[in-house]
């Protein structure tokens, strides 16, 4: 199995912008490894501080785009975050329960 195993491809409901002041609509997330909850755990911070600087790594982009999100955004992000702590046969069903607009991707 190559890495990452799994990738979604996040539509938002309210583009922002990335770095370059390109309109960015959708986010593609890779699944964790063990590796990145360690790393994020050093850092200083609150937890949801840490919680965003690990999305933010996750889906390859700097924590200061991210803090453009709207909470509803964010929220999809955090939610594929709890779907990726989950078995691969099982995600199918937790997404389907929670109403995702994730789809997998495949990033090369």
Same mark, same amino acid.
């Given at each position: 199995?190559?890495? @990452?195993? &799994?990738?979604? *491809?996040?539509?938002?409901?309210? @583009? !922002?912008? %990335?770095?370059? %002041?390109? @309109?960015?609509?959708? +986010?593609?997330?890779?699944?964790? $490894?063990?590796?990145?909850? +360690?790393?994020? #755990?050093? !850092?200083?911070?609150? &937890?949801?501080? $840490?919680?965003?600087?690990?999305?933010?790594? *996750?889906?390859?982009?700097? =924590?200061? /785009? +991210?803090?453009?999100?709207? !909470?509803?955004?964010?929220?999809?992000? &955090? %939610?594929?975050? /709890?779907?990726?702590? /989950?078995? @691969?046969?099982?995600?199918?069903? !937790?997404?389907?329960?929670?109403?995702?607009?994730?789809?997998?991707? #495949? =990033?090369?």
């Amino acid at each position: 199995m190559s890495y @990452p195993a &799994e990738t979604r *491809l996040i539509t938002l409901y309210t @583009p !922002i912008a %990335d770095m370059n %002041d390109n @309109p960015l609509a959708t +986010l593609v997330m890779r699944e964790p $490894k063990v590796f990145d909850r +360690l790393k994020f #755990s050093y !850092i200083s911070g609150s &937890e949801e501080e $840490k919680d965003l600087a690990m999305i933010a790594d *996750l889906c390859d982009q700097p =924590v200061e /785009v +991210l803090k453009n999100l709207t !909470i509803a955004d964010y929220k999809q992000l &955090e %939610d594929q975050f /709890v779907v990726f702590m /989950v078995p @691969p046969a099982k995600r199918a069903a !937790i997404r389907e329960k929670m109403g995702s607009r994730s789809e997998t991707s #495949s =990033v090369e």
